[in-house]
Structures are given as C-alpha cells and as structure tokens.
C-alpha cells in the first residue's frame, strides 16, 4: 500500500485559522497527509506545537537556511485555507516576501492542483485588483472556490469544514 498523498495547506490570517486544526483532522480522515504552511499573521494565531503534533511536520512560517534539508514531502497538492485578499493579489503578482507567497508561487509553476478558498471582506472584493487577480490565477490553473463557503459566520461548522474535504477530494491522487 503507499503512503498517503501530501497536501500542502497555507493558512492565512481570517478568522477561520484558529480553528484549522478542525481542518487537519477531516483531511487526515479522508486520506491526506498534511503539511502546513502559515503566513506570519496566521502562525501568531495558531498553536503550532499542537499542529505539528497533530500533523507530524512542524508549521512552516519562515525560509529554511541553505542547506538545511526541507522539513515536509514534496506536495501532491495545495490548498489555500483560509485566503486572504493580501495573499491573493500578492501571489497573483508573483511577490515571494514571505513563505507561504514563495511556496505558492513555486508550486504554481509545477502544473499540481492547487485549490483556492477565499475569506475576503465584501468590500475588498470589490476592489477593482481583485476579480482581475483571481482571473489570472484562474488562467494558471488554479480552482478558486467562491461564494460563502468561509465567509460568515467566523465559526467554521464541521459542515463548512466538511465541504472544503470535499472540494480538495477530486484534488487527490488515486492510488497506484
């Protein structure tokens, strides 16, 4: 039997973050392996101690040192859970400042499914990047989940949690 497929999961500072550790464990019940990713807003808000228990990886918010070997698999697939409208138009426009941007902007160029779920204020979705942003990572092959999924309320239900399991599923390997 082989391992699990590797799913590398960005976090970013909305406010289902906190509760990603819901997240983890749905996605390690439905066949993933999870390595997280935080960006540095994100990483103040979790407890990353009981992350890195619960997934087996420590939570990465900073670069490595050259050198230094990569402390997670090499992904199968990405998610972006929560997505931050920062996030989004600065990975849209290639900026790499921090981890979690140079992470994606790498995988991007390596042709793996790469789900998006956004978390964006209404009225920083109607910021005239933002559609236009979402377009282009569209056009590079990333899936954009939209709609209320992670908008409201900022209690993240198991179902919420559930459909987002759903979604990364078609993203998944098959087994060999």
């Given at each position: 039997m ?7 999961l960005v976090?970013?500072a909305a406010p289902?973050a906190?509760?990603?550790?819901d997240l983890?464990?749905?996605l390690?019940?439905d066949?993933?392996?999870v ?6 807003t994100a990483?103040s808000?979790l407890?990353?101690d009981?992350?890195a228990a619960?997934?087996?990886h420590q939570v ?5 040192r050259?050198g ?12 972006v859970?929560?997505?931050?409208f920062?996030?989004?138009n600065?990975w ?10 140079g992470v994606l902007?790498?995988?991007?160029g390596t042709?793996?499914?790469i ?7 209404a009225?920083l979705a109607?910021?005239p990047v ?8 569209r ?8 709609g209320?999924?992670l908008?409201a ?8 949690w559930a ?6 599923r078609?993203?998944r390997p098959?087994?060999t």
């Amino acid at each position: 039997m082989s391992e699990a497929p590797v799913l590398h999961l960005v976090v970013c500072a909305a406010p289902p973050a906190p509760r990603v550790g819901d997240l983890v464990e749905l996605l390690a019940a439905d066949g993933w392996r999870v390595c997280l990713i935080a960006t540095p807003t994100a990483a103040s808000w979790l407890d990353r101690d009981a992350l890195a228990a619960q997934t087996g990886h420590q939570v990465r918010v900073q670069w490595r040192r050259p050198g230094d070997p990569e402390p997670h698999p090499p992904a199968d697939a990405a998610a972006v859970v929560p997505a931050t409208f920062n996030t989004l138009n600065k990975w849209a426009a290639g900026a790499s400042d921090t981890l979690a941007l140079g992470v994606l902007n790498e995988l991007l160029g390596t042709g793996l499914p790469i789900h998006v779920f956004p978390r964006v204020k209404a009225a920083l979705a109607a910021h005239p990047v933002y559609q236009p942003n979402l377009r282009l990572l569209r056009d590079a092959g990333v899936t954009v989940h939209e709609g209320d999924l992670l908008r409201a309320p900022d209690e993240m239900t198991p179902t919420r949690w559930a459909a987002v399991v759903d979604a990364l599923r078609v993203a998944r390997p098959r087994a060999t």
